[in-house]
C-alpha cells in the first residue's frame, strides 16, 4: 500500500502466465500468411478441399477451430462479413496475431493475465458450443 497524506493507494500485481515464443510465433506468421494467401485469391471459402481437420475426419464434428484458416484468409481479402460467417472469432485471431509481432517488435514478453487466458478459453469453447447448436 502506497500512503501519501490523507490518500491511500493499494497496488495489486497481477501474476501474467508466460506464453511459449517458439508457439506464438509459428501462430502468428500462420495466421498471418493465410491472410497474405486470402488477400492474393490463393485461399478463400469458395476453393473446396479435402476436410484437413484430424478431429473432424476421425469424430464427425467439427473442432473449435474448424473454419478458422479460411475465416482469416476471407478478411485478408477484404470479406469480413464472409470471414465472421466461416468462423466468428477470425477478427480476433487476426488481431492477436498481430499482437506477437508488436510485443516482439516493443521487446515485451509474451505474457497475459490468468484471468484473460479464461476468458479466451470460455470463449472458444462457448463459440464452439453456439457453432455446433446452430449447425
Do not use: Q
Amino acid at each position: 500500500m502506497l500512503s501519501r497524506g490523507a490518500f491511500a493507494v493499494t497496488v495489486r500485481r497481477v501474476n501474467r502466465v508466460a506464453l511459449p515464443l517458439v508457439p506464438s510465433v509459428g501462430l502468428s506468421v500462420a495466421t498471418t500468411g493465410a491472410a497474405a494467401l486470402g488477400a492474393a485469391g490463393v485461399l478463400s471459402a469458395s476453393v473446396a478441399g479435402p476436410v484437413t481437420c484430424l478431429f473432424s475426419a476421425v469424430t464427425g464434428v467439427p473442432c473449435p477451430f474448424c473454419g478458422l484458416t479460411h475465416g482469416v484468409a476471407e478478411l485478408g481479402a477484404g470479406h469480413v462479413a464472409t470471414a465472421v460467417a466461416l468462423h466468428p472469432l477470425a477478427p480476433l485471431a487476426a488481431l492477436l496475431a498481430l499482437a506477437v509481432p508488436v510485443a516482439l517488435l516493443r521487446s515485451r514478453a509474451l505474457t497475459i493475465a490468468p484471468a484473460a487466458l479464461a476468458a479466451l478459453a470460455a470463449l472458444v469453447v462457448l463459440t464452439w458450443i453456439a457453432r455446433l447448436l446452430i449447425a
